[in-house]
């Protein structure tokens, strides 16, 4: 199987940029999809963005725009770059991965705080 491990969440102003970092265990060239989620106080966790295996992106409503996600396969590392974060885009950001036929994996998670 595979670990993941996220980095790169922290306290930014709102309009300012983050870049989040999943680093996987081991290659990410056989892994279908990978993509983070978050979770907000009080809320259930719900799908930011996915890239798949062939590079096809998909995001949510409220991110389309503002935050891009990308693959290095010869790193081993998916990441999720945030511009123009807003304070609602607060929560704990978590990488995943699936793995057909195994259940998803998950990160650890990274906290990111939009607050003046």
């Known amino acids: 199987q595979v670990q993941l491990v996220e980095s790169g969440g922290g306290l930014v102003q709102p309009g300012g940029s983050l870049r989040l970092s999943c680093a996987a265990s081991?290659?990410?060239?056989?892994?279908?999809?990978m993509g983070w989620y978050r979770q907000a106080p009080g809320k259930e966790r719900v799908l930011v963005a996915r890239i798949t295996s062939g590079g096809s992106t998909n995001y949510a409503d409220s991110v389309k725009g503002r935050f891009t996600i990308s693959r290095d396969n010869d790193k081993n590392t998916v990441y999720l770059q945030m511009n123009s974060l807003k304070s609602e885009d607060t929560a704990v950001y978590y990488c995943?991965?699936?793995?057909?036929?195994?259940?998803?994996?998950w990160g650890q998670g990274t906290l990111v705080t939009v607050s003046s």
């Open positions: 995943t991965a699936e793995v057909t036929p195994y259940p998803r994996v």
């Open positions: 081991r290659s990410i060239v056989s892994i279908n999809a």
